[in-house]
């Protein structure tokens, strides 16, 4: 479904990503993981098209996205659910699933997608009037990642879905996302707590430094010393 090329990413002078090629199969559950400032995050920016990349190739569905605009590649049926949630904090719950249903014209499907929401994040349905700036941070996080079911999209991009979050919310938005990818949407998703990722995923990829420097399936990640080292603890 997904298939990047020798992705090199820059801000200004400072190189992020340099150089990584990596696919994403359809129905596939895929993540990228690695510290801080290893390129991660800014990797979907760029698939998403909200970072142009400086150079190499993005094929989706057998389509070159490389040079699309982000409103193109949503278009497509890539949505990006970003870190740090990016609410519209000035909505209200129901303004921003609008906002994430924007491209699309089917109303009757818009609303019962809305109704689907709200059956699995209850808590939105009782604060669907309520401005999305004054939401916990786990509502929040709900709200970005209903916002971007409700582009209903092919593949859905996370990036740190579980940043900042309590325990039993992140089990929560976990058990959500692995649903997401049960009901046929293919997810890649960033994530800083390795260990629940490579238990969720089908593949993974290692980045540092801006490259990948180790790929495999999440048990084979979870096995190797290095990994096991540097990012589980142990």
Request: hydrophobic share 40%; with cysteine.
């Amino acid at each position: 479904m997904l298939d990047i090329s020798d992705l090199v990413c820059r801000y200004g002078k400072v190189e992020a990503v340099k150089g990584i090629s990596l696919s994403v199969k359809e129905g596939q559950f895929v993540v990228l993981i690695g510290a801080n400032g290893a390129g991660k995050s800014t990797t979907l920016r760029s698939i998403s098209g909200v970072l142009p990349p400086a150079s190499g190739r993005m094929m989706f569905e057998g389509e070159d996205i490389t040079r699309c605009s982000a409103r193109d590649i949503l278009a497509r049926g890539i949505a990006h659910c970003p870190e740090g949630r990016r609410v519209f904090p000035a909505m209200t719950v129901d303004e921003n699933l609008d906002m994430g249903a924007y491209l699309r014209a089917d109303r009757g499907e818009i609303e019962s997608d809305r109704e689907r929401i709200f059956t699995m994040f209850p808590r939105l349905a009782e604060r669907r009037a309520q401005v999305a700036g004054t939401l916990s941070g786990g509502e929040q996080q709900m709200l970005a990642i209903s916002r971007a079911i409700m582009a209903k999209p092919k593949l859905i991009m996370f990036d740190e879905p579980s940043l900042g979050l309590a325990p039993n919310i992140v089990e929560q938005v976990f058990e959500i996302i692995e649903d997401i990818r049960k009901s046929g949407t293919t997810v890649l998703m960033v994530e800083q707590n390795a260990y629940s990722a490579l238990q969720m995923c089908d593949y993974a990829y290692l980045i540092e430094a801006g490259n990948i420097v180790l790929s495999g399936t999440g048990d084979d990640l979870i096995d190797n010393e290095h990994i096991r080292k540097a990012y589980l603890g142990g």
